[in-house]
């Protein structure tokens, strides 16, 4: 198997992780809309808060998924969207859907720090 295949594989089982645990989050926010009480409301919704942010990281995983599965079959996965130069094969290894190269990586979060 290559590397590639190996990284696709990743991605598909992430892929289902993140699939179940986002309509098991989807169910409990439907089947909650029964709490009475003002104060399991309260709880209700700060645990909704919760959920609600928990769900939408999930998401953004999940479409960063679906991204680089379909630059797999495009054949641009790999390629930096920033600087256009391949990423290192241990790093998509580490991190599958990384859409940067370690250097633009750093940068950003340099950036994002200041
Ligand atoms: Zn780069």
Redesign the pocket.
């Known amino acids: 198997m290559s590397n590639l295949e190996v990284i696709k594989k990743k991605l598909m089982l992430r892929k289902e992780e993140l699939e179940n645990d986002l309509s098991t989050l989807y169910r409990e926010r439907v089947t909650q809309d029964t709490v009475q009480d003002p104060a399991d409301q309260a709880l209700a919704s700060a645990l909704e808060d919760i959920k609600i942010s928990l769900h939408n990281t999930r998401l953004d995983e999940y479409k960063m998924i679906l991204k680089a599965l379909e630059m797999i079959n495009d054949g641009t996965y790999g390629i ?6 391949p ?1 290192s094969e241990k790093r998509l290894m580490l991190f599958p859907n990384s859409a ?6 750093e ?1 950003m979060e340099e950036d994002q720090n200041n």
């Open positions: 930096c969207i920033v600087c256009n130069k990423i940067r190269c370690l250097l633009c990586q940068n």
